[in-house]
């Protein structure tokens, strides 16, 4: 009698998302001590005098100040790191870096200020509306405290301003906390019930660390910790979305550059009076 013929396997059915490489537990740690960090960050700037800036007035302090949190982020981020152990792809991280990736970076860079522009420029309309002339004042209150992180007058020191505007923008700030976004969005994804899609994990992920990220600022007030969460909610969709730690890092570098940049050029009034502005104007401006 003939055996009869072997049928093939059935395919496997598809999983409800792909899973993160490493230990869970290990993520478990990762993403305690990322949520340990921030949440310390957060106390320790809601709890600053304000009377002083939190970062040196000074090229030296400002190097040491920023030199120790990112060694500190760095101490804990490898400790999550050697427990949980992911893959390059968990962090957005597996692709090379392109010149594609720069340019959209700075694309990227140029939506978060339109972003954050154009709820400022609703609320400005609103208060000029309710409050006349009188409502330019109110508008004042809602730009970010900056003052309590820089001594502003620091930013007429070239070599001050050029340490904010690479090192601290693309490093200390980009590179620091979108690796701390990465592994809050992996350990996550990690963490969330297994019947979840990867998209509702990613978005939970987003959501959760735009929060984070935003309450993190609130030592330059409550206008600040809307505008980073905002900032925070669409570098997290471009990490997810575009598959890329380095976007992410390179918007958020040049975003904060031309911050800087923008301080320098107010720290220096004979730049302003370079490009001609009325001398009205000019004290409108370097009294706000």
Not at 180 to 190: C, E, K, N, V
Not at 240 to 252: D, G, K, N, T
């Amino acid at each position: 009698m003939q055996a009869p013929p072997i049928l093939p396997a059935p395919p496997s059915l598809p999983t409800a998302r792909d899973p993160v490489g490493g230990r869970i537990w290990g993520w478990i740690v990762l993403l305690f001590l990322m949520v340990g960090y921030i949440l310390f960050a957060t106390f320790k700037g809601a709890g600053a005098p304000t009377d002083q800036p939190a970062l040196s007035p000074t090229v030296p302090g400002l190097f040491l100040d920023t030199l120790l949190n990112l060694s500190l982020f760095g101490f804990l981020f490898g400790i999550g790191a050697w427990a949980a152990h992911p893959r390059a792809s968990d962090l957005y991280a597996d692709r090379p870096i392109t010149a594609i990736n720069w340019l959209l970076g700075l694309a990227w860079s140029v939506l978060l200020r339109v972003a954050i522009a154009i709820p400022l420029a609703l609320v400005t309309f609103v208060l000029l509306m309710l409050h006349g002339e009188s409502g330019m004042e109110k508008v004042s209150g809602f730009r970010p405290r900056l003052e309590n992180l820089f001594d502003l007058s620091a930013f007429a020191d070239p070599l001050y301003a050029l340490l904010c505007i690479t090192w601290v923008s693309f490093v200390v700030a980009a590179l620091r906390e979108e690796l701390w976004r990465a592994a809050m969005l992996g350990g996550i994804r990690a963490i969330s019930p297994a019947s979840w899609s990867r998209r509702q994990a990613e978005w939970l992920g987003i959501s959760a660390s735009s929060i984070l990220f935003g309450l993190a600022h609130l030592t330059q007030g409550w206008p600040s910790v809307a505008m980073t969460t905002l900032i925070g909610f669409i570098l997290g969709i471009v990490q997810v979305y575009r598959r890329s730690l380095a976007e992410a890092v390179i918007a958020h570098g040049f975003f904060d550059a031309t911050t800087f940049a923008t301080l320098a050029v107010l720290a220096n009034p004979a730049i302003l009076k370079r490009l001609g502005l009325p001398d009205d104007l000019l004290q409108q401006i370097l009294n706000r």
